[in-house]
């Protein structure tokens, strides 16, 4: 099986889950009020206990049609285009609109988005759209999808608006975009929905965390985070802040799973911070650092060492310009004064002991400024032995032997590379086990719904809380477009779905097609190439004038080979000639026809190409 259909495959074959339900009649409510948390232990001995509590969950009936609704709409089953929506009554709020890149075998896609069709059916009820940060599988689907729904207002922090504001203002019909800057621990009313952010740390500055307060009880969404102690920019997170939402009672817990299956704590971004201070100090020569964009708070650090040694620093890279320009505005990069310098062919001369370039392409993306680079296809700068070159990074999963290859042209300039597997140059944006246990702690949450991140993450997320004593019936694994219901005291998936289709957006014309036959086009053509025959016939009584024309690509050269050639023609003509005799329509005699050639280049050279037929009347 090809990569293409095991994505597909993946899709279809997802094995039926147990239905999750709650573990207690206890309301939400009273918990809040005497502040008693819910705490499961399964202790030894209380199996039994556990099995009469299972059956009396199942026959449990919830005591209220006014359910509150938790739908993941994305996000739940890859990394990348986090999309959930909370909804209550006549409202409805959603948390995050991100974009996902194209999974292997995903021919000509440039990214995926969230299926909307739920919101768009709902469109009135759609409140506001709730954003925790600025990275693109959080904000990138929402120039798509604010004009389908009629623009409601978008939250976030300061510089998380100023990212959306850049990524959506690229499509001209987001003019009408209401966006709404956000301040943590101010809480405001959406209906009869209050939602409160707090501050996370996570990999950009301005991160959040929301709280939204329903009725029902309240829901707490984590983002993106990790516990940093010693943060580039920003505080610390603010635990007892915390520990407050969690004494206040925490219904569900939607969390970050990206780093559950990693043992320990993430590395603090202060020592990423030291290690590039170190060599900044040690190179003798120019220094070109290629990291994320949207590390301002590392892009930050970096422009006081060079400061500290003397150095200008200049900016490679269409996304690296445009994040540190918007962090300058918003005061998340300060740079010295003189350091940030411009770019051009004469920057040559600038002295390179004096130099530093942060670029873009620590994933080897193509078109990037550390790949042209390594190319030598990058206008204005030539790499030259002595210069030291930081990948502040880990490559992404998929992006290994892009890195690599990249790494091996840059070494023949003779330069010096350094990457994360020599010195601690890049940490993670996310926390890892001992951090989602602490948050878990702190919440104490009566449910988690795993998010963020394929099946094994989040089951491995589910298996941190079952360890620190949660039941397994507290833990909630949806998938994409699952109903979780509630009606305050238990919370269980529901046997209905909303449509969570991938959304593809292909190409410059912003199309978009659910899982569709093109891209299927796209992989068959790509393995077994494709045969054009095109049929000179009569206009009037439709009879061949010649044999049927034979063009291929991507197979075997028809034309080279003869006999293979003569027989497609043969069966092309043969196909032509019966259908057409018995007045078959157009589309059965083109069935015939792709049939009749597909069957011989099989049995000829055990390929299945795309048989594409014309029918040209003249
Ligand atoms: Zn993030």
């Known amino acids: 099986m090809n990569k293409f259909s095991n994505w597909i495959q993946r899709k279809a074959d997802k094995a039926p889950e147990k239905p999750s339900s709650g573990s207690t009649r206890q309301s939400s409510r009273r918990q809040r009020k005497s502040g008693k948390k819910h705490h499961h232990r399964p202790h030894s001995g209380q199996q039994h206990a556990h099995a009469e509590q299972h059956q009396a969950q199942k026959n449990h009936r919830f005591k209220s049609d006014k359910l509150l609704k938790i739908m993941p709409m994305a996000g739940l089953e890859e990394v990348g285009k986090n999309m959930n929506v909370i909804e209550y009554g006549h409202e409805m709020v959603t948390i995050d609109c991100g974009l996902q890149f194209p999974e292997p075998g995903m021919l000509g896609i440039d990214y995926v988005i969230p299926d909307t069709t739920y919101l768009e059916q709902n469109k009135q009820k759609v409140k506001a759209m709730l954003i925790t940060h600025?990275?693109?599988?959080?904000?990138?689907?929402?120039?798509?999808?604010l004009p389908k729904l009629g623009f409601p207002p978008v939250y976030g922090s300061a510089l998380t608006i100023g990212m959306?504001?850049?990524h959506i203002m690229e499509n001209k019909a987001n003019a009408k975009a209401d966006l709404r800057v956000v301040e943590n621990g101010k809480p405001f009313q959406v209906g009869s929905l209050e939602v409160e952010y707090f501050a996370q740390?996570?990999?950009?500055?301005?991160?959040n965390g929301i709280v939204v307060r329903t009725p029902l009880g309240n829901i707490v969404h984590s983002g993106d985070y990790k516990f940093d102690f010693t943060p580039a920019v920003g505080e610390c997170a603010d635990f007892q802040n915390l520990a407050r939402l969690g004494t206040e009672g925490v219904l569900a817990f939607m969390g970050e799973s990206t780093n559950a299956t990693k043992p320990g704590y993430t590395m603090s971004e202060k020592k990423v911070a030291q290690t590039l201070e170190n060599i900044i100090e040690k190179a003798k020569g120019r220094i070109i650092i290629a990291s994320f964009s949207s590390l301002m708070g590392r892009i930050?650090?970096?422009?006081?060492?060079?400061?500290?040694?003397?150095?200008?620093?200049?900016?490679?890279?269409?996304?690296m310009m445009n994040n540190v320009d918007i962090g300058v505005k918003l005061g998340f990069?300060?740079?010295?004064?003189?350091?940030?310098?411009?770019l051009r062919r004469n920057n040559q001369n600038h002295?390179?002991?004096?130099?530093?370039?942060?670029?873009?392409?620590?994933q080897g993306e193509g078109l990037s400024a550390l790949n042209r680079i390594s190319l030598g296809e990058h206008a204005d700068i030539r790499l030259k032995p002595g210069d030291t070159i930081v990948l502040s990074s880990n490559p992404?999963?998929?992006?290994?032997?892009?890195?690599?290859?990249?790494?091996?042209?840059?070494l023949r300039y003779g330069v010096k590379v350094i990457t994360n597997e020599h010195v601690d140059v890049h940490t993670s944006g996310h926390a890892r086990q001992e951090e989602l246990k602490l948050m878990l702690k702190l919440l104490s949450p009566r449910y988690l719904i795993p998010v963020h991140g394929e099946y094994h993450m989040r089951h491995a997320h589910k298996d941190l809380a079952i360890e620190i004593g949660m039941d397994e019936n507290q833990i909630i694994l949806a998938d994409n477009g699952d109903i979780i219901e509630s009606d305050g005291e238990l919370m269980r998936r529901s046997k209905s779905k909303i449509p969570a289709n991938n959304i593809f957006i292909d190409g410059s014309r912003e199309g978009e097609a659910h899982l569709s036959k093109v891209m299927l086009d796209r992989q068959v053509m790509a393995e077994n190439g494709a045969v054009i025959i095109v049929f000179r016939v009569n206009q009037d009584t439709g009879k061949l004038?010649?044999?049927?024309?034979?063009?291929?690509?991507?197979?075997?050269?028809?034309?080279?080979?003869?006999?293979?050639?003569?027989?497609c023609v043969e069966a092309a003509q043969k196909a032509y000639e019966s259908k057409h005799q018995a007045k078959a329509p157009s589309e059965e005699v083109k069935l015939e026809i792709k049939r009749a050639v597909g069957k011989v280049i099989m049995q000829m050279v055990s390929r299945n190409p795309i048989i594409m037929p014309i029918i040209v009347k003249v």
């Open 300 to 319: 930050h650090q970096i422009l006081q060492f060079a400061h500290q040694t003397d150095r200008k620093v200049f900016i490679s890279g269409r996304s």
């Open 333 to 342: 990069i300060k740079p010295p004064k003189g350091v940030l310098q411009q």
């Open 545 to 567: 004038i010649a044999s049927p024309g034979i063009d291929s690509r991507g197979l075997i050269y028809l034309q080279d080979s003869p006999e293979i050639y003569s027989k």
């Open 201 to 207: 740390n996570h990999s950009i500055p301005d991160s």
């Open 164 to 166: 959306i504001e850049k």
């Open 134 to 145: 600025g990275h693109l599988d959080h904000i990138g689907g929402l120039r798509h999808i």
């Open 351 to 362: 002295p390179a002991h004096k130099s530093i370039i942060l670029c873009t392409g620590s």
């Open 396 to 410: 992404i999963i998929g992006n290994e032997k892009a890195v690599v290859q990249m790494m091996d042209r840059l």
